[in-house]
């Protein structure tokens, strides 16, 4: 039920699972005769909107969407929410498979500042990213998201307090979903007027996806391994008990790094995700091992991914998944001692907390992510992340 629920989060975010690759905007294998993406329709006759090119283009920065991936823009239609229009947008990765094609949902402000995301799966021609709501109280939120995701009756829903949003003309509120066994976090966007919910993200067109991820990356003081002065950086969100993580950690370590010598930093981030069991405490230990001696951060990450298949094999007895942590730690030479201290108090614990705020403010939600100077690419295919790498690369060597 809960691998259920995380896949009705939408196709463009949502979900909170380790990314795979039937997921749409995690990277694909090249298609044979790759197809870049072009509008089929720009805005209404009259209107201000931006055309569908512009649009497919911040979809591709945003999300990290592979050139290889083509991306079809339907036409504008007029959208029951004032100042916005309606269109689909969608990305086919060239496999012909029933999951190659996944559509969403978005709209556009008339004035071309704002693009609405919907998280809630595309349900055919007419559809729209706004949601009417039936009244102002707040369950009515909460009952449309229920709704818009089919959700079984024995989910219920909290709709958080009100709060200020950057876009005009909306409040923004968190709607969480409770299983039964966790809690999710759902997005919204309300209208001022109370007429229309927005389940997703509003972005603002005139900023930049690549550059407003470089301001808000925090680099110092972060586990790190690679050349510090090196004209690529690359920013990796993983969650420890994640397997894709595990396979992009060995490419890393194994690959990447040992062939781009002093051209490449790696920066790490935890981002443990809720449905796994012991990825938290796993972030605790392996960020203790930075407090103690950063030397031990990268062999101590690798020792835990390595033993993934263990942990597994104990992740419901949290007693034996310290003495786990703890006994690897002892031998790639972090202190026992200080690491036992450390992980009980949960002294590194804020460290976590930074890392996942700022990858919310990044708009991160599924492992790994990456950000290859600034450049966002969600999972790991080894020739597509390289071929990114080398574009950086040749990047920075224009702008010496």
């Not at 229009?85 to 704002?114: A, C, F, P």
Request: proline share 7%.
């Amino acid at each position: 039920m809960i691998i259920r629920f995380s896949r009705r989060l939408g196709i463009f975010s949502g979900a909170i699972l380790c990314v795979v690759s039937v997921l749409l905007f995690a990277q694909t294998k090249p298609a044979s005769s790759p197809a870049r993406g072009a509008a089929h329709a720009g805005a209404k006759s009259g209107a201000a909107a931006p055309s569908g090119e512009k649009i497919i283009q911040f979809v591709r920065a945003k999300y990290g969407v592979a050139d290889t991936m083509s991306i079809i823009f339907a036409p504008y239609r007029d959208s029951a929410a004032p100042g916005f229009l309606d269109s689909t947008i969608s990305v086919d990765d060239g496999q012909n498979t029933k999951t190659s094609k996944r559509s969403s949902e978005i709209s556009v402000s008339k004035d071309g500042h704002y693009l609405v995301m919907s998280r809630v799966p595309s349900t055919g021609p007419g559809a729209s990213s706004f949601f009417p709501l039936k009244g102002a109280a707040k369950e009515y939120i909460g009952r449309e998201v229920h709704e818009a995701f089919h959700l079984p009756p024995t989910m219920t829903e909290t709709v958080g307090p009100p709060q200020a949003s950057p876009i005009p003309n909306f409040i923004k509120t968190t709607v969480t979903v409770d299983t039964g066994k966790q809690k999710s976090p759902v997005e919204t966007f309300v209208t001022k007027d109370h007429r229309f919910v927005v389940i997703g993200d509003i972005f603002d067109l005139s900023i930049d996806p690549k550059r407003e991820a470089m301001r808000t990356l925090i680099l110092q003081n972060q586990p790190e391994t690679g050349a510090r002065n090196a004209p690529v950086t690359i920013v990796e969100f993983a969650d420890l008990e994640c397997p894709t993580c595990s396979r992009a950690h060995d490419f890393l370590e194994t690959t990447l790094l040992p062939k781009y010598q002093g051209k490449v930093r790696v920066v790490f981030k935890e981002f443990p995700l809720q449905v796994h069991e012991w990825a938290m405490p796993a972030a605790i230990a392996n960020q203790c091992a930075y407090r103690i001696d950063p030397s031990h951060y990268l062999p101590y990450r690798t020792s835990i991914f390595q033993h993934q298949a263990g942990f597994e094999a104990i992740k419901t007895n949290p007693s034996a998944v310290r003495d786990m942590l703890m006994d690897f730690g002892q031998q790639v030479g972090i202190d026992k001692v200080q690491l036992e201290g450390c992980y009980d108090s949960k002294a590194s614990l804020p460290r976590i907390e930074a890392n996942m705020k700022e990858a919310a403010a990044l708009n991160v939600n599924m492992t790994p992510t990456f950000f290859i100077n600034g450049r966002i690419m969600v999972g790991l295919v080894p020739g597509v992340f390289t071929q990114a790498v080398d574009e950086a690369i040749a990047d920075a060597g224009k702008k010496k």
